[in-house]
């Protein structure tokens, strides 16, 4: 007799640090993101906007790490940290 098979487990969301997006920067900001550089907990609400720019301040290089919205194919509004801008 066959012994039952185990259910796969899931595979967990790869969950980074966000690093500052300057190349030669690097700095640490205070939230995760997955491979993609989608927040992984969606907390967009909390960053600064300047001209309708959202963004998160690098602390080492005073830099804007900008925020983009994303829609994913469920239709869910995520953000992306998308670029750098000085």
Known sequence: M???QQP???KATDV???HCLKPDCGGLLAYEVDADNVLYVDLAW???QD???RYFPCPKC???NIIEELR???GQL???VARWEP
């Open 2 to 4: 066959a012994a039952p």
């Open 8 to 10: 796969k487990a899931k």
């Open 16 to 18: 980074f640090a966000l």
């Open 46 to 48: 909390t960053a600064r």
């Open 51 to 53: 001209a309708g720019v």
């Open 62 to 64: 005073s830099g804007k």
């Open 72 to 74: 994913t194919d469920k």
């Open 78 to 80: 995520k953000h992306n």
